[in-house]
């Protein structure tokens, strides 16, 4: 009987300490997940809109070019997360379908649209390329009117003739001009035909040309931060 009743204290004690650890965890990860819930909510948020060279084609994560930035913007405590929204292969039209689905995901403080290079590889009409993108800055402005923009243009191959490239060239300060967004003229400046700063495509930035992607742009940013 005696032995019995020592069990049963053992057993009370035993699963109570189990309990009271088990509380303790609870209270300790609702803390944690508050701590998490605090840092982001103190924080913007930076969209990047783009292509394979805002996904970072050819290069790890960490090495695409919001990333980069991001690290930028940590190291000066800007407050701002920054978003990778890049997909490879979009198209503006690609893009005007998806930007409701990604604007719908985070709050958007600063939007960086970098669509455009699809369109000019593939000959799209410029008409259409500059339809898209204003509609696409619309939709943003429209669910987010206090949002900054900034809009990355880009420049289509010389194959392509002296006629489509003036078109392109003329058509992202259009659109800078009508939307009142701020104009970053060639996303690609310092790195475009510079053989050492791109992958074998000659296309894509390397790591090393994608550090001075980040550079160029994070300038552009600095004044809508």
């Given at each position: 009987m005696k032995l019995k009743l020592l069990l049963i204290l053992f057993l009370f004690i035993f699963f109570s300490s189990c309990q009271e650890k088990n509380n303790q965890q609870k209270k300790e990860n609702v803390q944690e997940s508050s701590v998490k819930e605090t840092t982001t909510s103190d924080k913007k948020n930076i969209?990047?809109?783009?292509?394979?060279?805002?996904?970072?084609?050819?290069?790890?994560?960490?090495?695409?070019?919001?990333s980069l930035i991001q690290k930028m913007i940590d190291d000066k405590a800007l407050g701002y997360n920054c978003i990778n929204a890049g997909l490879s292969g979009e198209t503006t039209a690609g893009g005007l379908?998806?930007?409701?689905?990604?604007?719908?995901?985070?709050q958007v403080d600063v939007f960086v649209l970098a669509l455009g290079g699809n369109d000019a590889l593939r000959g799209i009409d410029p008409k259409s390329t500059e339809d898209n993108l204003i509609n696409t800055i619309q939709k943003v402005k429209s669910?987010?009117?206090?949002?900054?923009?900034?809009?990355?243009?880009?420049?289509?191959?010389?194959?392509?003739?002296d006629e489509y490239s003036k078109a392109f060239e003329t058509l992202y300060p259009r659109i800078a001009k009508k939307e009142n967004v701020k104009l970053m003229p060639f996303i690609l400046k310092d790195v475009a035909g510079v053989k050492e700063l791109n992958q074998e495509d000659g296309i894509h930035p390397n790591e090393e040309g994608a550090k001075i992607l980040a550079k160029n742009i994070f300038a552009e940013l600095q004044s809508l931060l």
């Open positions: 969209v990047f809109f783009g292509n394979s060279l805002t996904a970072g084609y050819g290069l790890e994560k960490e090495q695409a070019y919001p379908n998806r930007v409701d689905w990604v604007i719908g995901q985070e669910k987010y009117p206090d949002c900054k923009i900034l809009l990355a243009g880009i420049l289509p191959p010389p194959n392509m003739g």
